[in-house]
T-cell receptor, first 115, second 112 residues
Framework: NAGVMQNPRHLVRRRGQEARLRCSPMKGHSHVYWYRQLPEEGLKFMVYLQKENIIDESGMPKERFSAEFPKEGPSILRIQQVVRGDSAAYFCASSQAPGMNTEAFFGQGTRLTVV | AQSVTQLGSHVSVSEGALVLLRCNYSSSVPPYLFWYVQYPNQGLQLLLK??????LVKGINGFEAEFKKSETSFHLTKPSAHMSDAAEYFC??????????FGAGTRLTVKP
């Protein structure tokens, strides 16, 4: 049973380009969470999705950022027109349906560098 | 919505000394509580979790945490620090119908 897979591990984008970060949850997990970790800062919640639904996006910047978790395929975090301040590590986690097993399993992260 | 506060963004201890990392939570329903560890340039790994039952929870690498409802706390301890414990530690809370929220993290430094 493979863990949470994120790709790419490292992504370099020029200012103004788009960044697409992918997250494949663990098998059987239908809940995905995205977090951003800025240098020397903690883990900041961005968005919580279930299949085809955004449950909580209170941590997402209002502009340029979007997330989806389609019925088939990985969850995608999309950042349009990236700026230097978007440089960070983006972590994805997945869990089973809420309940006793709400433990989240994390991917290795995608490190985005905007140049 | 639930939230987590970790007191102390940096904690430094000597090798062999007690490790105490503090976590207080806020939740409108009985919470599920977690501690995760992050080593440099890696993702988060689960150390231990509390869901129901015994309030003293033992995890990996000699860590344990105690759920104290009256204090809304879930502090992480280890009797004797090892150099390999140097990492960032995150406390997290979730409830049965909501998403998981993390504290800001505590960076643990272990001095020889």
């Amino acid at each position: 049973n493979a863990g949470v897979m994120q790709n790419p591990r490292h992504l370099v984008r020029r200012r103004g380009q788009e960044a697409r970060l992918r997250c494949s949850p663990m098998k059987g997990h239908s809940h995905v969470y995205w977090y951003r970790q800025l240098p020397e800062e903690g883990l900041k919640f961005m968005v919580y999705l279930q299949k085809e639904n955004i449950i909580d996006e209170s941590g997402m910047p209002k502009e340029r950022f979007s997330a989806e978790f389609p019925k088939e395929g990985p969850s995608i975090l999309r950042i349009q027109q990236v700026v230097r301040g978007d440089s960070a590590a983006y972590f994805c986690a997945s869990s089973q349906a809420p309940g006793m097993n709400t433990e989240a399993f994390f991917g290795q992260g995608t490190r985005l560098t905007v140049v | 919505a639930q939230s987590v506060t970790q007191l102390g963004s940096h904690v430094s201890v000597s090798e062999g000394a007690l490790v105490l990392l503090r976590c207080n939570y806020s939740s409108s329903v009985p919470p599920y509580l977690f501690w995760y560890v992050q080593y440099p340039n890696q993702g988060l790994q689960l150390l231990l979790k509390y869901t129901t039952g015994a309030t003293l929870v033992k995890g990996i690498n000699g860590f344990e945490a105690e759920f104290k409802k009256s204090e809304t706390s879930f502090h992480l301890t280890k009797p004797s620090a090892h150099m390999s414990d140097a990492a960032e530690y995150f406390c997290a809370v979730s409830d049965p119908n909501n998403d998981m929220r993390f504290g800001a993290g505590t960076r643990l430094t272990v001095k020889p």
